[in-house]
């Protein structure tokens, strides 16, 4: 059974730090590129940040450039998401999401339930 649990939100205050973490199981995690995603009431899902499966190669959204690292470790089936200088537009429900290209056209793609940060003071 595919699992990809989330965890770390909650509420801090601008300027602050958090950080969250993912943890998988139930496929072969290291042959997967990982990613964070967040969506706010009202908007469409973003993509946050992403990081190759070797975790030789990561990628942010302009929007969160400087202000958050990407980070995996295979070992422990675990991706994290560390964040600082928090701002109150970062507030949303990040999701972790696992996908595996399998061709020119098919990809495997599993996401977690979410984990709600909350940037206010």
């Known amino acids: 059974q595919v699992q990809l649990v989330e965890s770390g939100g909650g509420l801090v205050q601008p300027g602050g730090s958090l950080t969250l973490s993912c943890v998988a199981s139930?496929?072969?995690?290291?042959?997967?590129?990982m990613s964070w995603y967040r969506q706010a009431p009202g908007k469409e899902r973003e993509l946050v940040a992403a990081?190759?499966?070797?975790?030789?190669?990561?990628n942010y959204a302009d929007s969160v450039k400087g202000r958050i690292t990407m980070s995996r470790d295979n070992a422990k089936n675990t991706v994290a998401l560390s964040m600082n200088s928090l701002k109150p537009e970062d507030t949303a429900t990040y999701y972790c999401?696992?996908?595996?290209?399998?061709?020119?056209?098919?990809?495997?793609?599993?996401w977690g339930q979410g984990t709600q940060v909350t940037v206010s003071s």
């Open positions: 990081i190759s499966s070797a975790g030789s190669s990561t």
């Open positions: 999401n696992a996908k595996r290209v399998l061709g020119s056209s098919a990809s495997i793609t599993y």
């Open positions: 139930g496929f072969i995690f290291s042959t997967y590129a």
